[in-house]
């Protein structure tokens, strides 16, 4: 039990110790853009020459302040996404300003591709999780067929009214006469469909089906999403 709580309060200070530097990062990258508007002053005032290596420094100054950013957002969030968003600028920064030949930018174009490819590969697995969890609430798609529905729920669904679970609860709707509207609950046997997600223009988006007499936050529960 000690450990645990050594452990949590270890945790609480360290995460305000990554704060207060995300903070000092900030406080850095507003400073270090006074200096990144000197820069169209030096570049006004230099010859011809040298004017392609101040703008070029200037890129490189920007390019930094970018990572500092999302260095920032990598600290507080602790995100895969902000990771990978901030190895892309930094390579994007190495092949700007430091290529020195084409095999640097073929190894720069390599490392991007394979950083878009990790990209699709994680988001293509979170959203199949996020709709396993969904679906494991009872959350489906307003487009989902109700024959689809059936097979995964094996619920009693008449599918003589409608052919998707949205246009039953909008058949339902009109039958009591309902506005649809986020939250509002429709009754059909034991079973109890609420629409989740709709559109101010009374398009459903998104419907929870469950048996009667299961509580339902909805409140709660779209806090969590």
């Known amino acids: 039990m000690k450990n645990r709580v050594f452990a949590a309060n270890l945790k609480e200070f360290v995460h305000i110790i990554e704060i207060i530097i995300a903070v000092l990062v900030a406080v850095a990258v507003v400073i270090g853009l006074l200096d990144l508007v000197k820069y169209f002053k030096l570049i006004y005032i230099s010859d011809p020459v040298k004017t392609y290596e ?10 930094l302040l970018i990572v500092a950013i999302e260095l920032i957002f990598m600290i507080i969030y602790h995100s895969t996404d902000a990771i990978l968003e901030l190895v892309l600028y930094v390579i994007a920064r190495k092949m700007l300003i430091y290529a020195q030949s084409m095999l640097d930018l073929v190894f720069g ?6 950083v878009f490819l990790i990209f699709r590969y994680l988001r293509v697995k979170n959203s199949k999780i996020d709709k396993a969890k969904r679906e494991r609430d009872g959350i489906y798609p307003a487009t989902t067929k109700i024959t689809d529905l059936l097979k995964k729920t094996g619920f009693d669904i008449s599918t003589d009214r409608a052919i998707t679970i949205g246009g039953l609860v909008s058949s339902l709707a009109e039958d009591e006469h309902k506005p649809i509207r986020e939250g509002a609950e429709f009754t059909l046997g034991d079973i109890r469909i609420i629409i989740m997600k709709a559109t101010d ?10 048996k009667d007499g299961i509580k339902v936050d909805y409140d709660k529960y779209y806090k969590e999403f």
Not at 109 to 114: A, F, P, V
Not at 205 to 210: D, F, G
């Open 54 to 63: 101040v703008f070029n420094d200037m890129l490189g100054y920007a390019l």
């Open 201 to 210: 223009d009374g398009l459903i988006q998104e419907v929870m089906v469950r």
């Open 109 to 114: 174009t390599l490392s991007i591709g394979i």
